[in-house]
T-cell receptor, first 111, second 114 residues
Framework: EDQVTQSPEALRLQEGESSSLNCSYTVSGLRGLFWYRQDPGKGPEFLFTLYSAGEEKEKERLKATLTKKESFLHITAPKPEDSATYLCAVLFMDSNYQLIWGAGTKLIIKP | EAQVTQNPRYLITVTGKKLTVTCSQNMNHEYMSWYRQDPGLGLRQIYYSMNVEVTDKGDVPEGYKVSRKEKRNFPLILESPSPNQTSLYFC?????????????FGDGTRLSIL
């Protein structure tokens, strides 16, 4: 069964303390992997799409990377405004355009 | 401003009383979708639509109906709501083929079925 697992469930960091979030997947074939950010009371907001192993995307303090079995969202020198839940979603080859979503990582950055 | 608008944002109702959650997008997107979000679980797709008059079941369609009579609107209908449909619901839209394109989400509708 195709699955997407995110870890950790929650992460507390001090402002400026860099870290990484993980999204691992068991797939029959990856078509694309998406990262979204979700703030309380809001819908998910698109961050990145990755399509193949070795690909990297960057945006401000965030960098997403992809291997054959997992993706990392690296957060460098985070600020309190980076606090949010980060969601990963995977599109599989045989999925008929349906995404499989991870449960998310809740990130809290303390000033 | 490009947006997906859901109404209502919050609703408390009782078992069996039919309700409709509206969703409208102003981006001329072909693909629209409904999800539910429950604690500890990822977003689960209820129904999706590739274009007007074209809808299909997602992972958890039981107890829900949808229609797509116009490109911009994609209402979610609960004909006889039950407590296990208490959840946070999101509507999303995207260009072209949907799954392979970034989705734009509404701000959610929190439903409580008593």
């Amino acid at each position: 069964e195709d699955q997407v697992t995110q870890s950790p469930e929650a992460l507390r960091l001090q402002e400026g303390e860099s870290s990484s979030l993980n999204c691992s997947y068991t797939v029959s074939g990856l078509r694309g992997l998406f990262w979204y950010r979700q703030d309380p009371g809001k819908g998910p907001e698109f961050l990145f799409t990755l399509y193949s192993a070795g690909e990297e995307k960057e945006k401000e303090r965030l960098k997403a990377t992809l291997t054959k079995k997992e993706s990392f969202l690296h957060i460098t020198a985070p600020k309190p405004e980076d606090s949010a839940t980060y969601l990963c979603a995977v599109l599989f080859m045989d999925s008929n355009y349906q995404l499989i979503w991870g449960a998310g990582t809740k990130l809290i950055i303390k000033p | 401003e490009a947006q997906v608008t859901q109404n209502p944002r919050y609703l408390i109702t009782v078992t069996g009383k039919k309700l409709t959650v509206t969703c409208s997008q102003n981006m001329n997107h072909e693909y629209m979708s409904w999800y539910r979000q429950d604690p500890g679980l990822g977003l689960r797709q209820i129904y999706y639509s590739m274009n007007v008059e074209v809808t299909d079941k997602g992972d958890v369609p039981e107890g829900y109906k949808v229609s797509r009579k116009e490109k911009r609107n994609f209402p979610l209908i609960l004909e006889s709501p039950s407590p296990n449909q208490t959840s946070l619901y999101f509507c999303a839209s995207s260009d072209q083929s949907g799954g392979n394109q970034p989705q734009h989400f509404g701000d959610g509708t929190r439903l409580s079925i008593l």
